[in-house]
């Protein structure tokens, strides 16, 4: 199986920033795609970003120009670099990858447990 690890939240005042930190570890081949999202109470979960191995990305339009997602494709490693925070971005943040675990075409769809941002106004 694939294991998805992330840390790096906290409580920031709003203006400051915080980075995320993930890891995808166990069966693996190759990831294609490694993502956030985000979930604050009574919410649906939304993708905050998301990044290619090609290093092409895309984010939610709320996020752009204060956030920053980039990845280690060897290391299956992705960070999320998360500035100006405002309020509304507190929410549990979650990494996913998506790949394949074998040369068989095994896929893969794996979550990390979630890490707490918390943004104070």
């Known amino acids: 199986q694939v294991q998805v690890v992330e840390s790096g939240g906290g409580l920031v005042q709003a203006g400051g920033s915080l980075r995320l930190s993930c890891a995808a570890s166990?069966?693996?081949?190759?990831?294609?795609?490694m993502a956030w999202y985000r979930q604050a109470p009574a919410k649906q979960r939304e993708l905050v970003a998301a990044?290619?191995?090609?290093?092409?990305?895309r984010y939610v339009d709320s996020v752009k120009d204060r956030f920053t997602i980039s990845r280690h494709n060897a290391r299956n490693m992705v960070w999320l670099q998360m500035d100006t925070l405002k309020p509304e971005d507190t929410a549990v943040y979650y990494c996913?990858?998506?790949?394949?675990?074998?040369?068989?075409?095994?896929?893969?769809?794996?979550w990390g447990q979630g890490t707490q941002v918390t943004v104070s106004s």
């Open positions: 990044i290619e191995r090609d290093g092409t990305t």
């Open positions: 996913n990858a998506i790949g394949t675990q074998n040369v068989f075409g095994v896929e893969f769809n794996s």
């Open positions: 166990g069966n693996i081949f190759r990831v294609s795609t």
